[in-house]
C-alpha cells in the first residue's frame, strides 16, 4: 500500500464526533475557570466537562481495544486529542494524563491486574482519574543515574505479601484527585531494590486511592494550562498488595520508557493543535482589520508570508506526528525515533509559530482579551514536559545515534516495510 493518510469511516466519525464535542461542551472550559482565583478551585471547577467527556465515552476512546477500550490505535487518539487540544488543554490533559496513568498497566500489567483495576476506567460514568507518577522533588531527568547520583528516591519495600511505598512526587497531572485525596490508580515509579543498578532496581507498582498514607502538600500555579492540576504529594507508607507490582520487578525503567512512547508523538498533535488554534485567528483578524489603513492586513506580503510559513509549519507537523503514531501502530523499526522528532519538533515549532503569529496580529495580541496571548503560555509547556526536550534529546535521540547499531534510514525502511503488512 502507498503512503496514505486516507481516515476510515471510524476515524472521519470519530474526527466529527469529537469536532463537534470539544466545540459544545469544551469551549465552556475557559469561560467556567478563568476567574478562579487558585489552581485547585480552576481544577475542581473542570470537573463537569470531564464528567460529560467520560459519559459520552471519549475516556473509552482512548484505552485501547486489547483490554476493554475503543481506541483501535494512536493514529486515532492523534485525530481525537487534536480536535479537543484546539479547543481547550486542560480537560484535554487531564483525560490524556489518565491514559498515561493507565499505560504502564496496559503495556505491562496481566490479565488479571486489567480486570481489577480498568472498569471504572470503562465504565463511561463518573470522573475517574489515573496519573502516572514518576517526577520527583529535586528532578527526575537523571532518574536512571548510577550512585553518588540519587535516582529515583521513592522507595517501595517488601514485608510479606505487601509493598510499602515511601517517598514524594510533584507536578503529576491530577495525581491527588479531585479532592486531595488521590487519583483512582497511580502508576508509581519507585524504588524496590537500592543494591543493584537502576536498570534492574526500578519497578512500576500500582497504587488504589489508599485510605490513609497520600498526603497532598502543593499545587503549581501554572503559566498556562491553568485549570490543570499538577500536585506535589507524599506517600507515607502506603501499602499495596504485592500482587500490584506492573511488569516484571526491577523493569521499570524499560517499562516507562515503552509506556511514554505514544505520549512523544502526542505531543506533537498537541503542538499542532495550539497552532492551528492560533493561525484560525489569526487569519481571520488578518482578512478582517485594515489597522487604520486601506486594506485588509492579509494583503501585505509580510503579513501573508507570515501566515504562510505558520501553516506550513503546522502541515508538516501533523504529517510527522500521524507517522510516528502509524509507525507505532505497526511497531515498525524507527517508530519510537519518529516518535521523538515528533515530540520535539511539534512542541518547539508551536512556541515559534504562536510568537510569529503574535506579531502578525501585533500588539492587541498581548493583551488576554485575544487568544494567542493564552495560546503561547499553554505552548509553553509542550518542550518542558513528558520528558523535556533537553532530557528527550539526551536519552532518547542522542543514546540512539550513540548506539553502534544505529541505523538511520530505519524510519524510512522500517515504515515501508510496515506498511506491506496487511
Ligand atoms: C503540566 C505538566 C504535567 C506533568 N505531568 C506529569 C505526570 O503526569 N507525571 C510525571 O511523572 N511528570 C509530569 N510532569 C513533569 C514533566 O514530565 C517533566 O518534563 C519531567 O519531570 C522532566 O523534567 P526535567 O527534564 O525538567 O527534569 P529536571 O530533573 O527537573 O531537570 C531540569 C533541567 O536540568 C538539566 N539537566 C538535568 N540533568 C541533565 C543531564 N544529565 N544532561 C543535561 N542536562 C541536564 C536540563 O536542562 C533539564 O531541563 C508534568 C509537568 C507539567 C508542567
Not at 505491562?108 to 491486574?113: D, H, I, S, T
Not at 532518574?143 to 511505598?165: K, M, N, Q
Not at 506580503?301 to 505558520?310: F, K
Not at 503561547?376 to 520528558?387: E, K, R, S, V
Amino acid at each position: 500500500m502507498p503512503i496514505d493518510f486516507t481516515l476510515n469511516d471510524n476515524q472521519q466519525r470519530l474526527r466529527r464526533e469529537a469536532r463537534q464535542f470539544a466545540k459544545d461542551v469544551l469551549s465552556g472550559v475557559p469561560v467556567a475557570t478563568r476567574d478562579l482565583p487558585s489552581p485547585i478551585e480552576r481544577f475542581v471547577a473542570t470537573r463537569p466537562f470531564y464528567e460529560r467527556l467520560v459519559a459520552e465515552g471519549f475516556l473509552r476512546k482512548c484505552i485501547p481495544v486489547s483490554v476493554g477500550g475503543d481506541c483501535a490505535g494512536l493514529v486515532d487518539l492523534a485525530i481525537l486529542a487534536e480536535e479537543f487540544y484546539t479547543v481547550d488543554v486542560n480537560v484535554s490533559l487531564t483525560m490524556l494524563s489518565t491514559v498515561l496513568g493507565l499505560a504502564p498497566l496496559v503495556v505491562g500489567g496481566k490479565p488479571e491486574q486489567h480486570q481489577r483495576f480498568l472498569p471504572p476506567f470503562l465504565a463511561a460514568k463518573g470522573a475517574p482519574l489515573a496519573a502516572f507518577a514518576s517526577t520527583e522533588p529535586g528532578g527526575s531527568a537523571n532518574a536512571g543515574s548510577l550512585p553518588p547520583g540519587e535516582g529515583v528516591r521513592t522507595t517501595a519495600r517488601r514485608f510479606g505479601d505487601s509493598w510499602v511505598i515511601s517517598g514524594r512526587k510533584q507536578w503529576i497531572s491530577a495525581a491527588t484527585g479531585w479532592n486531595g485525596q488521590g487519583a483512582d490508580l497511580l502508576t508509581v515509579v519507585c524504588r524496590t531494590d537500592a543494591n543493584v543498578e537502576p536498570s534492574r532496581g526500578i519497578s512500576i507498582i500500582a497504587v488504589p486511592r489508599p485510605d490513609s498514607g497520600l498526603i497532598f502538600e502543593h499545587a503549581f500555579d501554572m503559566l498556562g494550562h491553568r485549570a490543570h492540576l499538577t500536585p506535589r504529594f507524599r506517600l507515607d507508607a502506603v501499602q499495596v498488595p504485592a500482587g500490584n507490582l506492573l511488569g516484571q520487578e526491577g523493569g521499570g525503567l524499560q517499562l516507562a520508557a515503552e509506556s511514554f512512547a505514544g505520549s512523544g508523538a502526542l505531543v506533537g498533535i498537541f503542538g499542532v493543535a495550539l497552532m492551528r488554534a492560533a493561525f484560525q485567528f489569526a487569519l481571520s483578524f488578518a482578512k478582517s482589520e485594515k489597522r487604520g489603513g486601506i486594506q485588509q492586513i492579509i494583503q501585505h506580503q509580510a503579513v501573508g508570508y507570515a501566515l504562510a510559513d505558520a501553516k506550513t509549519t503546522i502541515e508538516a507537523a501533523r504529517v510527522l506526528s500521524w507517522h510516528a503514531c502509524r509507525a507505532l501502530d505497526t511497531a515498525a523499526p524507527g517508530a519510537l525515533e519518529l516518535a521523538i522528532h515528533s515530540k520535539v519538533f511539534g512542541s518547539e515549532a508551536a512556541v515559534r509559530v504562536i510568537t510569529n503569529l503574535m506579531q502578525v496580529v501585533g500588539v492587541d495580541s498581548y493583551g488576554h482579551e485575544l487568544p494567542l496571548a493564552g495560546l503561547l503560555q499553554d505552548a509553553m509547556l509542550l518542550p518542558l514536559f513528558a520528558g523535556g526536550n533537553i532530557g528527550v534529546r539526551r536519552r532518547q535521540l542522542h543514546a540512539l545515534m550513540l548506539d553502534p547499531a544505529y541505523d538511520d534510514l530505519a524510519t524510512l525502511d522500517g515504515i515501508c516495510l510496515a506498511e506491506t503488512v496487511p
